[in-house]
């Protein structure tokens, strides 16, 4: 599994730890946030169960394929990704290597692994870029990306799709919508809002606050990756490669979400209305019926049971 020591990855190793899987997990911890905070994510689930990890770069193929173990797995989790919209503005090369070579690399890992494993692997709801029709769904074009990051998992997708007809290696792409929770990431509004609000900075809030976002708890999400990853690939006119969104289904209004900060942090924010950012879009709404009848996937936390469990861990890590 890779990118353990990130946000969705450390839930994910837990989540297999719990259910007496052993668990392979690879991280380059690298400085785009807190590398603290990756650490502290792997030091809570280290003694959880069966866990070896190996600090490496899943983009350096020669020393990826010689770590002990990792070709004899099962399945392979695929989590490790350079993150982020908007810094993919700013350092656009670290894109190409975590998510285009990084990705290649983990394919030719499956490709010539001894038990042939299948593959489950992280793409976004960014691919759908400038679309407008809503809820997006896995038939629509996404044709049309509005960052490198969007670029980036869209080109994951094709390559998977040229390995499962080239070598019929079975994937599952989970395209993730806005995932929040408890252990999340700095980047993302709802921590750096948190933060803000809580310090009683100005928060930034854009398009004049006329976003939807379908927030996704990080339980559901887990559920889902782990649904995927236990369970044969689930063909489909022949193919064994799918790819699923994963999201609450629920897109909410960016200025109900700030009001759910405000009240779990007990602490009115300061507002910034700030034009569109380039790069970002103005909503997300996923259209789940496919993973919902290929795995039961049904997510349970909404936003306003979610958030209040973010700001209880956030304030226990922080000590604020």
């Known amino acids: 599994m890779t990118g353990v020591a990130g946000f969705i990855g450390a839930h994910v190793v837990r989540d297999l730890l719990a259910r007496g899987h052993r668990v392979i997990g690879v991280d380059n911890l690298n400085d785009y ?13 280290t003694d959880a169960g069966d866990f070896q990890f190996h600090l ?35 350092n656009p090369f670290a894109y190409a290597s975590s998510n285009l070579v990084g990705h290649l690399s983990i394919l030719e890992l499956a490709r010539r692994s001894d038990k042939n494993p299948h593959l489950v692997y992280a793409s976004s709801s960014s691919v759908y870029g400038a679309n407008t029709k809503t809820p997006f769904c896995e038939s629509d074009p996404v ?16 390559m998977s799709e040229a390995y499962h007809r080239l070598y019929d290696i079975p994937q599952v792409g989970l395209r993730f919508f806005t995932v929040y929770g408890p252990w999340g990431r700095p980047d993302m509004a709802y921590w750096s ?63 109900d ?49 979610g958030i209040p469990k973010f700001i209880d861990w956030y304030r226990q890590y922080l000590k604020c």
């Open 33 to 45: 946030y807190d590398v603290g905070l990756k650490r502290a994510r792997l030091n809570h689930f």
């Open 56 to 90: 490496c770069d899943i983009a350096d193929h020669d020393a990826l394929i010689k770590l002990p173990n990792v070709s004899g797995c099962d399945c392979i989790i695929h989590l490790a990704a350079q993150a982020g919209v908007r810094y993919s503005l700013e």
């Open 143 to 158: 044709t049309d990306p509005v960052s490198l990051y969007a670029a980036t998992k869209r080109s994951d997708e094709l």
């Open 193 to 255: 809002f948190a933060e803000r609000i809580i310090r009683g900075e100005k928060i930034r809030i854009f398009n004049n606050g006329d976003m939807m976002r379908d927030f996704t708890y990080i339980d559901d999400i887990v559920s889902g990756v782990v649904a995927t990853a236990l369970s044969p690939v689930k063909e489909r006119d022949g193919s064994r490669h799918r790819i699923y969104n994963i999201g609450n289904n629920k897109p909410e209004k960016l200025m």
């Open 257 to 305: 979400f700030v009001v759910a900060l405000e009240t779990a942090i007990g602490k009115e924010a300061v507002k910034e209305f700030a034009p569109m950012q380039p790069g970002d879009v103005v909503a997300t709404y996923a259209d789940i019926d496919a993973i919902k009848e290929d795995y039961g996937f049904q997510p349970t936390t909404p936003l306003a049971d």
